[in-house]
């Protein structure tokens, strides 16, 4: 599975950005999706997952209410949708699939995940 994310960048606080992960290998709907973030200094940390299916979803209490998880089977991709960012969501995010062994199944750590994409920058200013 490769996996390309795109849709990072500089928003004010306050602000709205969609994240996309385009996949690409592998039967899409049969993997778990999920999203983590890595903030200079720090370890990388899970933001919100989603099954294969998109009928269950996680999310970390730092972001519930404020971002959304979906994917989009058509197009191999899921998306983060984020609002109403603050300066403490500025990272780098990565994309991570994982073959899902039972249907609906999501994870939350990053040992968890197999594939990973490249990350992309998002800055929240102040």
């Known amino acids: 599975v490769q996996l390309v994310e795109s849709g990072g960048g500089l928003v004010q606080a306050g602000g709205s950005l969609r994240l996309s992960c385009a996949a690409s290998?592998?039967?899409?709907?049969?993997?778990?999706m999920g999203w983590f973030r890595q903030a200079p200094g720090k370890e990388r940390e899970f933001v919100a997952a989603v099954s294969g299916s998109g009928g269950s979803t996680g999310y970390a209490d730092s972001v519930k209410g404020r971002f959304t998880i979906s994917t989009d089977n058509a197009k191999n991709t899921v998306y983060l949708q984020m609002n109403s960012l603050k300066p403490e969501d500025t990272a780098d995010y990565y994309c991570a699939a994982q073959f899902e062994y039972y249907s609906g199944t999501i994870y939350y750590t990053r040992g968890e995940y197999e594939y990973w994409g490249q990350g992309t920058q998002v800055t929240v200013s102040s």
């Open positions: 290998g592998r039967t899409f709907s049969s993997y778990s």
